[in-house]
């Protein structure tokens, strides 16, 4: 009868004091097994110390038997529904091949999609590709021009060298040809009597200008797109540690006056030495001014390195007792040792600067001989600024003036350069605007191709020009002025109002051929009116 209950309701068996003899003893614990953490070996281990290993495993044999017997006495128990779930699942496949249809149509689709993007990826890359090859090409092309130009003008002056009269009392065989920012300067020198020496001066100086210019494109054609050229600050930082390392204990020797080395300037003659001689034979490309950019970096950071090993940061003496020169003496003699001045003389800064000038110059000069003043309307320059300027000539003058003092441009050691250009680029747009003047006056410009602009102009087109240089007036007494004393800030107070004297000058000189504007402007307005009313 006991056979025929529910387990649940059968009686337990129990021992001589009551306790279930199918209990399992306490240290084992069966909900440890259900955890999904459970990890055999610890479990084991923490028994091992007062648990028999065949205890353990007679009580593991047991807990599975009844495990066993629970999974069929559910198995019996829900026999029934296992049964009817196989009926259930008759019209299954009718329902699943009516699904396969739809699903393979979509993947159809997803794999026709998927090759059509694949194939505009393909179409897309391969324009990319044609289209860098393409502007590789146009690179090339105005390089080319650009150099057959150089070329071309370095053979006219070479030809004219010859020409020069002896006796320097004409000068009409010598070519009027400008260059950028000349100004007819050329010229106006010939025109005078002058001697053969100096006018042959003038034309080999402009040859030189041309050379340079002709060897930055030599060297930026012989670059290879993806090269990294030589870069000379990550080495100086590796110089410095070696130096902090391993060096700096000769250096305190010989820097003693006690101890009989003060006689030999081991940071110069040796450390220095070494340098200059790794960069001259390992990396010369990185004193090539060829590259501009590059060639500043590689200077600044020479300088830096210089003011590192003197404790001098630029100009100004600063924790000497940190440096390598203790004293002022010292930092006297480190700069006249002959390696350093070597040093210093390895980079050709002129040449920079002449390339510079050729890239800052030229790109007004091209600006200006366009034969019609070009209007745009909110106009913007590649930084963003100009917007108030109405003429693209206009928009040039600003950026070339600001390319002069660009970080990535300016130079401390050309400043005086650098600000006679943009006195130059002041005085050339002067000259553009005076020339279209005095063209429209005599109404012939054929003579002045500068002056071209101003024959074509509509009486209307003057109100850009006075609203630019009304603007340009602002901008060189303002924000520049401020901007390039700030620069030249370390320069003495004579030389600071030299500066601002000559520039508030240029900003003059503009204002004053606004009232040649007006006058022109009303009397092309009352011509006009003549003709259209009474002609």
């Known amino acids: 009868m006991a056979d025929l209950l ?10 001589l004091f009551g306790d279930p003899i199918d209990a399992s003893p306490s240290w ?50 829900d026999y029934s529904d296992f049964v009817s779930l196989s009926g259930r699942l008759v019209d299954v496949g009718p329902a699943v091949a009516r699904m396969r249809g739809p699903l ?89 009597p002058t001697n053969l020496r100096e006018t042959q001066s003038i034309l080999l100086e402009r040859i030189a200008s041309e050379m340079n210019r002709l060897k930055f494109y030599i060297a930026h054609a012989q670059e290879v797109p993806g ?5 000379l600050v990550e080495d100086y930082e590796q110089i410095k540690g070696c130096i902090e390392r391993d060096c700096k204990f000769l250096l305190d020797i010989s820097s003693s006056a006690n101890s009989g080395f003060h006689v030999f300037d081991f940071l110069a003659n040796s450390i220095l030495q070494e340098v200059l001689v790794a960069i001259q034979k390992g990396k010369p490309g990185a004193l090539s001014p060829g590259r501009p950019v590059e060639f500043l970096k590689n200077y600044k950071g020479s300088l830096e390195f210089l003011s590192y090993l003197e404790a001098d940061r630029f100009g100004e003496m600063i924790c000497l007792e940190m440096g390598y020169c203790p004293s002022r003496s010292a930092v006297s003699k480190f700069r006249s040792e002959a390696v350093y001045n070597d040093f210093v003389k390895m980079w050709n800064v002129g040449v920079y600067f002449s ?39 206009s928009i040039a003058l600003v950026e070339s003036l600001k390319s002069c003092w660009r970080e990535d441009v300016f130079l401390l050691s050309c400043s005086d350069k650098f600000f006679r250009l943009s006195l130059q680029l002041v005085s050339r747009y002067s000259t553009w605007l005076s020339s279209g003047l005095a063209a ?80 022109t402007m009303i009397e092309a307005i009352v011509e006009k009116h003549f003709i259209t009313h009474v002609g």
Not at 6 to 15: I, Q
């Open 355 to 393: 390339l510079r000038f050729q890239e800052i110059a030229g790109a007004l000069d091209s600006a200006l001989v366009v034969p019609t003043i070009v209007p745009v309307q909110n106009a913007q320059s590649n930084d963003g600024g100009h917007n108030d300027l109405m003429l693209k000539q």
């Open 440 to 519: 429209r006056k005599s109404h012939s410009g054929a003579s002045n191709p500068i002056a071209e602009w101003a024959i074509a102009a509509a009486p209307e087109d003057f109100i850009y020009v006075l609203h630019d240089v009304a603007y340009l007036v602002t901008e060189l007494n303002g924000e520049y002025l401020g901007h390039v004393t700030q620069l030249l800030s370390s320069c003495s107070p004579e030389v600071l109002d030299l500066v601002k004297h000559s520039i508030l000058q240029g900003g003059k000189s503009l204002e004053d051929v606004v009232p040649a504007f007006m006058d």
């Open 28 to 77: 084992l614990d069966k909900s440890a097994f259900l955890s999904p953490t459970f990890d055999p070996d610890p479990y084991l281990s923490s028994l091992r110390p007062f648990v028999p290993l065949e205890s353990l495993r007679s009580e593991l044999r047991s807990h599975l038997s009844s495990l066993e017997s629970e999974l069929v006495e559910l198995i019996n128990r």
């Open 6 to 15: 529910p387990p649940s309701s059968r009686p337990v068996a129990t021992d």
């Open 104 to 192: 393979s149509e979509f993947r159809a689709k997803a794999e026709a999609f998927r090759a059509t993007v694949a194939e505009v990826l393909t179409m897309l890359d391969d324009g990319l590709r044609k289209r860098a090859g393409a502007a590789a090409a146009r690179e090339a092309l105005e390089m080319l021009l650009d150099t057959f130009h150089v070329v071309s003008k370095v053979e006219k002056l070479i030809k004219e060298l010859p020409t020069v009269p002896a006796d320097g009392s004409t000068a009409d065989a010598v070519s009027s040809e400008r260059g950028p920012l000349s100004n007819g300067n050329l010229s106006q020198h010939v025109e005078n």
């Open 227 to 231: 090269s990294s050229p030589d870069k």
